[in-house]
């Protein structure tokens, strides 16, 4: 089972996103990769206030469209979008699986600006292909242990963290040891795969510093990507075995 995380610019524009993503997704498809891991809202970009006039019909179009794609393909996705269920709305994900498919995850830690957008989640999403199980979560999760334990608690082998790490430039450079060693404490206390989908560039006088991840279950760093490129990092699990030992 190959495993990947694109770490990509996201913009303000729906359009752009949709077909960065759909790019990123082909090139993966053609490396052979089974499912691939995007940043969070990386459909949208990190608007701030403007999730709030984001369209929920466009916002359904597009979805639509990467579900074409990844069957077509036979790749899964795991695309970061605001999503509006229930009168309200989250930050969330949407996993496109190459079957058709379609699950969702809402971030359940919310930075705290966000509650002036959306509304915490407060489920866990465990979905399975072939003989692994996956895990997904978003960002500010990652800083909670007792939310990746309850993950690996309910079977997953494997955890995908989507993120987009945007702050002052100061602020940037100072977090990204901690934003490295979050999901490298996450899988090895654990025992769990972390592909971690982190985006790059600046909006709005913010950087994001990229630094994606995939960490093997004893904690150690299989792959990383630069802090302002695109990139796709790859990984395949061997599944012959799932008591791994390190």
């Known amino acids: 089972m190959k495993i990947g995380a694109a770490q990509i610019h996201l913009y303000h524009d729906l359009e752009k ?3 960065n993503i759909s790019e990123w997704t082909k090139r ?3 490396q052979g990769v089974d499912i691939l891991n995007f940043p969070e809202t990386s459909l949208t970009g990190y608007i701030y206030d403007g999730f709030l006039k984001v369209k929920t019909e466009e916002i359904i179009y597009s979805i639509d469209e990467l579900g074409k794609l990844a069957k ?3 790749i899964s996705l795991v695309v970061g979008t605001p999503y509006r269920a229930d009168d309200q709305l989250f930050n969330s994900v949407v996993i496109l699986l190459a079957d058709g498919g379609r699950l969702l995850y809402h971030k359940n830690n919310l930075v705290s600006y966000e509650h002036e957008y959306f509304a915490a989640g407060s ?8 003989k692994l199980k996956f895990g997904t979560i978003i960002c500010r999760d990652q800083s909670f242990p007792s939310l990746a334990r309850k993950v690996k608690k309910a079977g997953a082998h494997v955890l995908f ?3 987009a790490h945007y702050y002052p430039l100061m602020e940037a450079r100072l977090k990204i040891d901690k934003n490295r060693a979050l999901p490298i404490a996450r899988a090895y206390e654990n ?4 592909c971690k989908a982190n985006a790059v560039g600046s909006y709005r006088g913010h950087i994001n510093l990229g630094h ?3 960490v093997g279950p004893n904690g ?3 792959n990383e990507a630069g802090e302002t490129d695109e990139a796709l990092l790859t990984f395949d699990i061997d599944e012959s075995s799932l008591d791994w030992k390190w």
């Open 123 to 130: 489920d866990l999403l465990i979905f399975e292909m072939g």
């Open 17 to 19: 996103n949709l077909k």
């Open 161 to 163: 963290i989507s993120c």
């Open 212 to 214: 994606s991840l995939i």
């Open 72 to 74: 077509d393909l036979g």
């Open 220 to 222: 150690v760093v299989i």
């Open 191 to 194: 025992g769990l795969f972390v």
């Open 28 to 30: 993966a498809s053609e």
